[in-house]
């Protein structure tokens, strides 16, 4: 029986079975890495302010490649920020426990892969959701768009952080393809950019009409509030480089090189890997070939051909006209990449025509765009980690001393963790990488 003014006793407050969740179940980081990706974990308690609830990594399948003491979560409300430390190379299935109020808990299973330390590892980026980079472009603010010659995606990362993509696009549909254009090199004038597929057969030396397509896209704002809208295709470049070397005397071997049956990546193969236009000109686009040298002998010439009125070409349509072509010697390899900046400065990103280049040597060479002019040397690249040079994100002034070039890695090809399998074929785009790395040019 209660006395007459005293308080009527609280109920016992009654809390709930925590809830937990991952921004992303698959999570990759790299042995010594700066700056790996993290995931969001968002928890909460019926009854509970979420900043009363814990949470930490309590149990780890394989501590040599991250333990329990290698996971940090950090942030009090309800999403928190967590983080993994790698120990080794190899897979790990992370059990995460949030403990609520009243002694309740909940576990979530997090799959995370550690690919292997690198050189320099504090310059290294990891850009994930993709593992085979094969062309960049500066957005400016620190953004680039990157290509990818698996697919049509066009993704648009952080250059100064690991993670996934901010953006995306794809236009295979305005492309009117079904299978990967095979971007390989891109350029930009202005507020347009230009990418080409290889124009090669495929690998077993099949003809993909999807290959032979050359398209543009508009940049609209810069930075992180980049956006592209698809503009025009031309699906006829590698038909027009035939006949016009057939016209001069099958100087290059083009014909040779797209015969059903020829493979792209050999000495006299045809495969396209760098655009970038000529200094001062905003119609003359230099078209870089990977194959084949010239000529096509150990010790031949990188090999660029002038597409003159390229802007016309992709603006109506109209049939490409081709200017003298210019032979550079790269130590007898071939041109990765091609890029400029404004003050008409060059780097060719230069590596092996061959398909199993990754171990194969890389360099990059300055050179000022004119033909007959030799490019210079500025250093050789390593090779003993993962993937291929691939992109040139941008150029800087290269007269300063101690000036940085940001390069990107193909990793399609690479075992990143391990367990034999290729970055290209794992099961989950969180895993898949490619590796941006700054080096010192100027």
């Not at 016009?244 to 396209?272: C, E, L, M």
């Not at 970038?276 to 051909?305: D, H, N, Q």
Request: charged share 20%; hydrophobic share 40%.
């Amino acid at each position: 029986m209660l006395v007459a003014g005293l308080t009527t006793p609280a109920q016992a407050v009654s809390y709930g079975t925590p809830t937990i969740s991952f921004s992303a179940s698959y999570l990759s980081g790299a042995v010594g890495a700066v700056g790996d990706p993290v995931v969001s974990v968002t928890v909460g308690q019926s009854g509970a302010d979420a900043g009363a609830l814990t949470v930490a990594a309590s149990a780890s399948s394989k501590s040599s490649v991250a333990g329990t003491a290698d996971v940090a979560v950090t942030g009090t409300g309800a999403v928190r920020q967590l983080a993994v430390t790698a120990r080794g190379r190899g897979y790990a299935n992370l059990t995460i426990k949030v403990t609520g109020l009243g002694g309740k808990t909940a576990t979530k299973t997090l799959s995370y892969a550690a690919s292997a330390a690198v050189q320099n590892p504090a310059d290294a980026r990891y850009l994930t959701g993709s593992s085979d980079a094969s062309a960049a472009v500066d957005l400016g603010g620190g953004y680039v768009v990157v290509a990818d010659d698996e697919s049509n995606v066009l993704r648009m990362y952080d250059r100064t952080r690991s993670g996934a993509p901010v953006r995306t696009w794809d236009f295979s549909s305005q492309l009117g393809v079904s299978k990967e254009v095979d971007i390989e090199g891109a350029a930009r004038v202005g507020d347009t950019i230009y990418w080409t597929g290889s124009l090669g057969n495929n690998k077993d030396g099949e003809y993909k009409a999807d290959r032979n397509t050359v398209f543009t896209t508009k940049v609209t704002g810069s930075g992180a509030g980049a956006q592209l809208s698809y503009g025009r295709s031309y699906k006829k470049l590698r038909d027009d480089l035939v006949a016009w070397d057939k016209a001069n005397g099958n100087r290059y071997g083009f014909s040779h090189g797209t015969a059903t049956g020829q493979v792209p990546k050999q000495i006299d193969g045809f495969n396209v890997e760098g655009l970038e236009f000529a200094p001062g000109s905003t119609s003359t686009a230099y078209i870089g070939f990977r194959a084949p040298l010239a000529p096509a002998v150990p010790g031949g010439k990188a090999l660029l051909v002038p597409v003159t009125n390229m802007d016309q070409v992709l603006a109506s349509g109209t049939k490409a006209v081709f200017g003298a072509p210019v032979e550079l010697d790269l130590g007898g390899l071939s041109v990765r990449d091609l890029r400029k900046n404004a003050a008409g400065q060059y780097l060719v990103l230069a590596g092996s025509w061959a398909a199993d280049d990754n171990t194969d040597p890389y360099a990059l060479y300055s050179w000022d765009g004119v033909a007959g002019h030799a490019p210079v040397k500025v250093r050789d690249l390593p090779t003993s980690d993962a993937g291929g040079w691939e992109a040139v994100v941008d150029v800087p002034d290269l007269t300063v001393p101690g000036a940085r070039v940001q390069l990107i890695t193909d990793n399609g090809s690479a075992d990143l963790y391990g367990d034999g399998t290729e970055a290209k074929d794992l099961t989950h785009a969180e895993w898949k990488k490619s590796r941006a790395a700054w080096f010192t040019v100027g």
